[in-house]
């Protein structure tokens, strides 16, 4: 089991960048493969970034496809979300999630550990 927290959050304007950062503790986290989940106002937790567990395959969301970029260091046992171009449908609580062994996986049921979310919003 690994526990995890998100920070990087914060209010940007239209086509800025940020990085999310989520630190893990406990458990061994190069077993685990990582992801980013948002969740706006009234809608559904959706996955936007995974990478697995060896760091070889990810996963983007058709929306934030060549805009974010997801990556792993695990010897500081954290992952990260870069985000360029934010548009304000990228408005947000962004959540890290963990699967231990897991791949480069978008479903939400297949991940068991998780954040307490940092809020973006993009600003027009």
């Known amino acids: 089991q690994v526990d995890l927290v998100e920070s990087g959050g914060g209010w940007v304007q239209l086509g800025d960048s940020l990085t999310l950062s989520c630190v893990a503790s406990?458990?061994?986290?190069?077993?685990?493969?990582l992801a980013w989940f948002r969740q706006a106002g009234g809608k559904e937790r959706e996955c936007v970034a995974s990478i697995s567990w060896s760091g070889v395959n990810t996963y983007y969301h058709h929306t934030v496809e060549g805009r974010f970029a997801i990556s792993r260091d695990n010897d500081k046992m954290s992952v990260y979300l870069q985000m360029n171009n934010l548009e304000s449908e990228d408005t947000a609580v962004y959540f890290c999630?963990?699967?231990?062994?897991?791949?480069?996986?978008?479903?939400?049921?297949?991940?068991?550990?998780w954040g307490r979310g940092t809020q973006v919003t993009v600003s027009s």
């Open positions: 999630a963990a699967a231990q062994w897991g791949s480069a996986w978008w479903e939400r049921w297949r991940y068991t550990e």
């Open positions: 406990g458990g061994s986290f190069d077993e685990y493969a």
